[in-house]
């Protein structure tokens, strides 16, 4: 799934950010409320992992604002203040469901699990599948198929493919690689993306069957059947 993580500490988000990647997800990450809301509201996202307490706009103000423009991409909200009150506040303010810090890695995964399974968002229910040709990945399900035969992909292959498949047509280059995929906003200068392109091409596109992943020289790669 792609999320939204709404993050204002620094340590808090990297434990964060590495569990959901652990967990097969791609995330994408703010620091503070403004940009949050920005990014919650022009971008499409299969859950939001907020902050109840940020810079700028805090938490309870995004979740009261997202909920009235009609925007209900499920929420789970983080926070340290894990009173009943706190937590009744949140989730009349619109959350999905509600953690309390500190939490477990695994226990933040299965929640997150539940919120997307039992809310049929129009955006889970528009893009839990993706499909390029015969080429098929059911994002509730986990799994990837071509011509109807399971494919085996590690966690940072799905995701990979993932990402490529929701921009299939596109151009997608090295830079929007690395901060999709791995969160990276530098360039790390090792050949990471290079060695996993190769092993899904290897993967999706095996001997015989029509290329879909195209190396676009200069440029970065493109998801098509060509």
Do not use: C
Not at 20 to 41: I, N, S
Not at 80 to 85: K, M, Y
Not at 133 to 147: G, W
Not at 161 to 166: A, N
Request: glycine share 6%; proline share 4%; charged share 25%.
């Amino acid at each position: 799934m792609r999320i939204l993580l709404l993050e204002d500490q620094l340590q808090q988000a990297q434990y964060t950010i590495k569990a959901l990647q652990e967990g097969g997800h791609t995330v994408d990450h703010a620091a503070e409320g403004r940009t949050g809301l920005f990014m919650a509201t022009t971008e499409k996202y299969d859950a939001l992992v907020l902050d109840r307490m940020l810079p700028l706009v805090d938490g309870l103000t995004i979740l009261r604002t997202l909920r009235a423009s009609e925007i209900h991409t499920p929420v789970l909200m983080l926070s340290a203040l894990g009173e009943p009150e706190d937590r009744v506040d949140g989730l009349r303010a619109g959350a999905d469901d509600y953690l309390a810090k500190p939490f477990h890695s695994a226990e933040l995964l299965a929640r997150l699990e539940v919120i997307t399974r039992r809310i049929p968002s129009s955006n889970n229910a528009n893009n839990a599948n993706l499909q390029v040709a015969d080429l098929e990945l059911d994002r509730l399900a986990r799994t990837v198929r071509r011509d109807g035969k399971l494919i085996d992909l590690q966690p940072r292959e799905y995701q990979l493919l993932e990402y490529l498949m929701r921009h299939a047509g596109q151009v997608v280059t090295r830079t929007m690689l690395l901060e999709g995929v791995w969160n990276y906003h530098f360039d790390p200068n090792t050949n990471v993306i290079d060695v996993h392109i190769s092993k899904l091409r290897a993967k999706i596109d095996a001997a015989g069957q029509k290329p879909l992943l195209h190396t676009v020289r200069g440029a970065g790669y493109r998801m098509a059947e060509l």
